[in-house]
């Protein structure tokens, strides 16, 4: 086969202005004088891609927050081994966030900087020898935790949050499971038995953990029932939370809520595939808006809850905390919520039943 060069001298051409260009020159970015705001800095982003989604997010979530409407965070460990539970305690006590649901490393890094101020083991120092993971404190408050959880029919969360703060643990403000359940806002744990520290520890009971987190699972989907017109934040879990959720969601519409036309965001320093597919994109396809924004949570976190307190202001934040409206959503065993609620508790008030015959 023989090919010839081809000639451009007859290509149609075209005036500029007779064609689409996606960039326009008061989407660019603005220099920033030394000293400027915070709004001066937002306002000088470039509104073009990540810049513009993330002030977007921002925007979602304070209109959520406004008009009572639930925003969800999902988290791995790693916001908090960045250090940014200070941050989501502001969110709490700012009345900003309705809920958090968590997975089981995101608990023990909260718990040990609670008890210790120190976290985030060095694994391979401990690893040879059999030592990695096997902090006494922590394994025995946990295990307690979640022994009493199972007793008592409530969360892992909330058992963990209370006992924090009753036990005044010594730097117990940083922790984001104590001041949920002080605020009245629900945390709850979602454990892959075996991938935590604490299922080595002596008193580890798998029964009891599982009880614990299916709890939370309930509390959950009663939260993600009432989603609609909110926003969900998945936060640096690849995994667990993102496959959770999905679950949830599924749960919830099976048992009648409608839950839909929601914004799902998704923050990570890598992309992965369950969060986007299972937390953006599946939810939101009969409606909704969904957010990628790839970066640092230690940078980009911190940048969202700046962006979220110049949509919110001073003023508003403050008068939040004195009360207000928003979503009701308490740390009560029972208070999940509308009817999917009141069926999962006949749910597990049969199996409990059942339970007792055997």
Do not use: W
Request: aromatic share 4%; hydrophobic share 40%; charged share 25%.
């Amino acid at each position: 086969m023989k090919f010839t060069s081809i000639n451009p001298r007859n290509a149609r051409v075209e005036k500029l202005a007779t064609l689409s260009r996606l960039v326009r020159r008061e989407q660019l970015a603005r220099p920033l004088a030394a000293g400027a705001s915070v709004r001066d800095f937002l306002d000088a982003l470039p509104n073009i891609y990540a810049a513009r989604d993330l002030r977007v997010l921002a925007q979602k979530i304070a209109r959520a927050r406004r008009s009572g409407r639930v925003f969800l965070l999902l988290s791995g460990a790693h916001p908090i081994k960045t250090g940014l539970g200070p941050l989501i305690c502001e969110l709490v006590r700012d009345k900003i966030l309705s809920a958090i649901g968590c997975n089981g490393a995101f608990m023990i890094h909260d718990f040990e900087l609670a008890l210790a101020g120190r976290t985030s083991e060095d694994v391979g120092a401990g690893l040879a020898e059999g030592r990695f993971g096997m902090a006494d404190e922590t394994g025995s408050f946990l295990s307690q935790a979640a022994a009493s959880a199972a007793h008592e029919g409530t969360g892992l969360g909330e058992v963990v949050g209370r006992e924090i703060s009753r036990r005044r643990l010594k730097h117990r403000e940083s922790s984001v499971l104590a001041c949920a359940y002080e605020q009245g806002v629900p945390v709850t744990v979602h454990v892959a038995l075996g991938a935590d520290i604490v299922h080595m520890h002596p008193q580890a009971d798998g029964a009891a953990i599982g009880q614990a987190s299916m709890n939370d699972f309930h509390r959950l989907t009663a939260v993600v029932s009432r989603l609609a017109r909110g926003v969900v934040l998945n936060l640096g879990s690849a995994v667990i939370m993102p496959e959770v959720f999905l679950k949830a969601l599924n749960l919830a519409r099976n048992l009648g809520a409608k839950v839909d036309n929601f914004t799902a965001a998704d923050m990570d320093f890598v992309r992965h595939y369950r969060p986007r597919v299972n937390v953006v994109e599946r939810p939101t396809a009969g409606g909704g808006q969904g957010i990628l924004l790839t970066g640092h949570h230690e940078l980009m976190f911190p940048l969202l809850c700046a962006a979220i307190g110049e949509e919110i202001g001073p003023s508003e934040r403050l008068g939040k905390r004195r009360g207000g409206a928003g979503p009701q959503l308490t740390n009560a065993s029972h208070d999940h919520g509308p009817q999917v609620a009141h069926r999962l508790d006949k749910r597990d008030a049969k199996r409990k039943g059942a339970n007792r015959l055997t």
